[in-house]
Each structure stands twice: as C-alpha cells, then as structure tokens.
C-alpha cells in the first residue's frame, strides 16, 4: 500500500511535469502573426517607413482596422478614425475642418492617409515622427476624439470582443495604449493607392487622351510643351516629396505652418507637401480648405500669389518677387485632366479598407 501511494503521488507529479512541458512547449511553438505582404509598384521606390518594434502583419492590420472604424474610443462613442478620413473621399472628409466629437472643429484640414507607408513626418506642419506618433493626437485632442488612451484600454476591454485579436496581433491578450496606436499605424500603412489611370499609363497599359498627355507634360516638363514646374514639389509617380513650402497663399500668416515646430523664422507660411493622388476626391484644398476646386488652386498659382521672405524659390524670380506660372485657359483644362487621371477608383471601393461592421 506505501508503494501503490507513493506510485500514486510519484505519477501525479509525473503528470504535472508533462502538463508543464507540454505547455510551455505549445507556447515556444505558437506561430506568430504573419507578416501582411505590402504590395507596391516598383516605381514608388523601397524608402518605405516601418519602425523595427511594429513589424506589419496580417493579425496587426485586421486589429488596426478594426480601431480604426471603433467610435468607442471616442469621448462619446460617437466619432472614429473613420470619420474624418472617409474612404470614399481617398481618406479625407470633404470639410474645411473637421469636426471633432463636441461639435468643435479642428484647425486644420484632414490629410490623406494615402501612401503614407513612404511619409515620415505627419500633420501639415510635421510635428509627428511615424504614424504611431500620429495617431496619438487625434484619438487624445480634447476637442477631436477627446479620450485618454487610458480610458480607451479601459472600454475596450469592457467590450470583451478584442482580447483575441490583441492576442493575435501582438501575443498577448493584454490591451495597453501602446498596442492600441501601434495596430492602427499598422493598418495605416496598408492604404496604399497604385491603380489609377497614371499608374497604367507607367505599366504600358493605358494611353492618355491628347488632353491628358499635354497635362502630364505641363506638370512634370520633358514634351514639346512647356513645363509649369508643379514636379518641383510633387515629383515622381508618388507625387510628392516629403518637403515644406510656402506656396505664396499669404503674406501675413495666421498659423505659422511649420514654423510652430521649428521656431525658425524661414519656417512661416510653410506647410508639408501633400500627395496629389486621388486629389480630384480630396476637396477643399490647403491647410485652411480655403480653395473649393481644383480650378480654384490653379487660378491661385497662375495669378494670385502672395509675395515675402519665406515664398518657395519655386515660385519667385531671382529678384524675390512672386512669379505666378500665368496659365491659359487651355493648360489649365489639360492639367486638370491630368489630375483627374490621379484618382484610384480601386482604392476607394477596396473592401480591405472598409468598415469591417459593414461588410
């Protein structure tokens, strides 16, 4: 009987061991999330821009997606990510400003999200570093979103549905504000816009009307029409060079623009270049959406630029003096057809970037 106990007990504890074993080796084998395969044309280049501590994954996207659309982290659960940055509109929201969950708008006019795997300096004035930084500001403004991620970890978990996705995307059920921006700069970079009738044209695939063509030689040169230098600042398939200029829109400055980041006096009335893809859908225009169409920017720098010390080489003489490109009639109609043929009507209907509680 002493033999058949300690038996007994020697096979319990055998057993425990195993249980032990086992899980720990289930755990050392558990699969991590799949890393998401970004697909891009080659002609946008590989300067892409992901931190080392949040890898892209499949797991981190569909949880980022998920965030991006929940108006739980909101004040009053009633506005999004989402909300401000429409897929329809190639992620912006059609205001001047939007609007944030106390009726309150904001200062500023909603940027595209498009392509910003390539951007890495955020808001018009680049005063974040990354899009996890980016995103900090938005969800936390007391006037946008107006919630402490704090608060957010806290009604998150109270919904009980994201603990296996958090789990998923990061190995650890555990929601912490960190993992929060982190699954949403994931998401972010995922919106990637390459199939518009310009990126045909670049494959061979497609051949622009004569109006078309004659504006893509107005604004990027090397035809038999002049050039207008617009690639001086939207350059490349991208259509943008992560630069800042003042684009002769005033000569006293309201916002400072960059030069509230800076504190550098050369920096006023500067502003970050924004992409012009799918910049028909993007209306209104400039930091201020001051300007209502794309007719209404190029009458801006065809005739109405504002003079002083910091205005854009790009657009002054070499005496200093504002130097409007004086457009016809005829090349502004042929670049607005070029800048038609910027819009990616696959990118704004792509179910990977909808509202997951819709479809």
């Known amino acids: 009987m002493i033999m058949r106990k300690g038996f007994l007990k020697y096979g319990y504890g055998l057993a425990a061991c195993l249980a032990f074993v086992m899980g720990a080796l289930a755990f050392v084998s558990r699969p991590g999330p799949t890393p998401y395969p970004l697909s891009y044309p080659g002609y946008f280049g590989n300067r892409i821009n992901i931190p080392a501590d949040n890898p892209t994954t499949m797991e981190g996207v569909a949880l980022g997606r998920r965030l991006f659309y929940e108006k739980r982290l909101s004040a009053n659960n009633t506005v999004s990510c989402g909300t401000c940055h429409l897929q329809r509109l190639a992620f912006t929201d059609g205001r001047r400003f939007s609007i944030g969950f106390d009726g309150t708008p904001t200062k500023r006019n909603a940027m595209s999200l498009a392509n910003s795997l390539w951007v890495r300096n955020f808001f018009w004035d680049g005063r974040a570093s990354g899009l996890e930084a980016q995103a900090v500001t ?60 310009y990126d045909r044209f670049l494959r061979g695939e497609y051949h622009f009307t004569p109006l078309e063509q004659e504006g893509y030689e107005l604004f990027f040169g090397g035809g038999p029409v002049r050039s207008v230098g617009c690639s001086n600042c939207h350059g490349g398939p991208r259509t943008l060079t992560e630069t800042y200029h003042n684009n002769g829109l005033d000569s006293v400055f309201a916002d400072p623009g960059r030069a509230g980041v800076t504190g550098m006096a050369y920096d006023r009335g500067r502003f970050r270049v924004v992409t012009l893809r799918n910049i028909a859908l993007t209306a209104p225009y400039m930091h201020d959406g001051r300007f209502a169409s794309l007719s209404q920017v190029l009458d801006h720098y065809s005739d109405h630029l504002a003079g002083g010390p910091t205005l854009s080489p790009t657009l002054r003489d070499t005496a200093g003096r504002p130097e409007p490109l004086h457009l016809t009639a005829g ?17 704004i209907t792509d179910p990977r970037f909808s509202d997951p509680k819709i479809n």
């Open 138 to 197: 938005p969800l936390t403004d007391p006037h946008e979103m107006g919630q402490s991620l704090d608060s957010s970890v806290v009604k998150l978990r109270a919904a009980g549905s994201y603990a296996g996705a958090f789990y998923a995307a990061f190995g650890a059920a555990v929601i912490t504000p960190e993992r929060i921006v982190r699954a949403i700069a994931q998401f972010e970079r995922t919106l990637i816009s390459a199939d518009a009738p």
């Open 331 to 347: 090349e502004k109609k042929a670049l607005l057809a070029f800048l038609n043929a910027l819009t990616d009507s696959t990118f």
